[in-house]
């Protein structure tokens, strides 16, 4: 945790677009983008224009995009990016095997962009409009996602991590194309050395000669907001195949492990493991209030089925689930006693917790994660259903096998991986 951030947390792409964007329009030399899916339509389109204008006055533009969530880019908006001079990259494309190959499932699932090393974004919240969803079309009000904008410190672990993953990803092209010396030339850039040190130092010194460690000036007003603070403490913490293997789930497990009043959590895919399933039920079983809002909708059959097993035996031991009701649900945020919070990109299952490349903001101020905690506590009250053991046992039979099969194939797939959850 190190102090000084500026914390703004944004709902959905109504708000995080137009910061996002505000952001690139007034970038003077770099923007860098990390999403899983781009979707170039609706409100998303505001997005690529951004970062189309951008690279046309000189700035230099970096859009990572990951090969399942975004299998393609329109061939109209290849060619835009090709003349503005956007350089775009696809992490780990499937080739012709595709999700066949077990190393392919490795995704890159993190949402991150920094601009000019000043003000940077992390959360959940993809590059497609609110009311579009790939699994279920068009939805009828907006789905539920949150994304964090932030100055500070922590910025600068965003730009380490992003340039070190562009680099990387431009050496595995190299090798899959059998230019060994220009692979070996993108690893050494990951360290990183060569251009971007150069540019480093031209960002570090144009973030020295502002006025305020805030985010002001080009990039709007700090105006006081509902869900925003000065001075925060914070940390960057990642998920990847690697180093950071483990460093969000010991995360929550440790916040989880220190509760005393509640714990708050709201997760598009919640199928925890056993470590977070006994952080979560020991929790309950010594009085702290643990509350779930989790996705509602039918999108993909392991991840809606194989979660019922988990939700009836935490209802069992005294959680309450809620299920989002209004429309899709995305988020992964939590709030723990009002003093600890995380906003980023990682889900509460497998795929997150094991083979995705993740991205979480974690605070411990408690005017934020009071504030995140409120608005929170509202969405659990008027936006969710409960469910309870008894809707759980009355649902048909034949949907209780499909949620023991989908159940055993989830664990029997992880388990030919190698993996333990």
Known sequence: MRRGHQLLLLQGGVEFFPALIEAMDAARMVVHLETYIFEFAGSALGVAEA????????????????????????????????????V???YAPLGRLGL????????????????????????????????DDVALGRLTAPRLDFALRVAGPLVEDMVDTMEQLWWRTLAARRVRQREFKAAWDALRASRPVGDFSRLL?????????????????????????????????ATLLLRDNVTHRHDIERAYLKAIGEARQEVVIANAYFIPGRKLRRALTMAAARGVRVRLL?????????QY????????????????IHEYAPSALHAKVAVVDRRWSTVGSTNLDPLSMLLAR??????????????????????????G?????????????????LDRVAFAVMRITLFVTGHRY
């Open 100 to 131: 066949l190959v077990p190393r392919n499932w490795r995704r890159l699932h993190r949402k991150l962009c920094v601009v000019d090393g000043v003000v940077g974004f992390c959360g959940g919240i993809n590059i497609i409009d609110d009311q």
């Open 305 to 320: 089925r194989a979660a019922r097993p988990v939700y009836q035996r935490l209802v069992d031991a005294g959680i309450e």
């Open 358 to 383: 993740e991205a979480n903001v974690m605070t411990n101020d408690r005017r934020f994660s009071g504030l995140l905690h409120s608005y929170l506590d509202g969405l659990v009250q008027h936006t």
């Open 294 to 302: 989790l996705q509602g909708r039918y999108e993909h059959f392991l």
């Open 88 to 90: 775009m990259r696809i």
């Open 201 to 233: 130092q031209k960002i570090e010194a144009l973030a020295e000669a502002q006025e305020d460690a805030r985010v002001e000036g080009p990039y709007g007003e700090s105006a006081p907001s509902p869900l925003g603070v000065d001075g925060a403490r």
């Open 51 to 86: 970062l189309e204008r951008a690279a046309r006055r000189g700035v230099v533009v970096r859009l990572l995009i990951d090969g399942v969530g975004t299998p393609m880019v329109p061939q109209e908006w290849q060619r835009r990016f090709a003349e503005a001079g956007v």
């Open 385 to 401: 259903q409960l469910l309870d053991t008894g809707a759980l046992n009355r649902r048909p039979w034949v949907q209780r096998q």
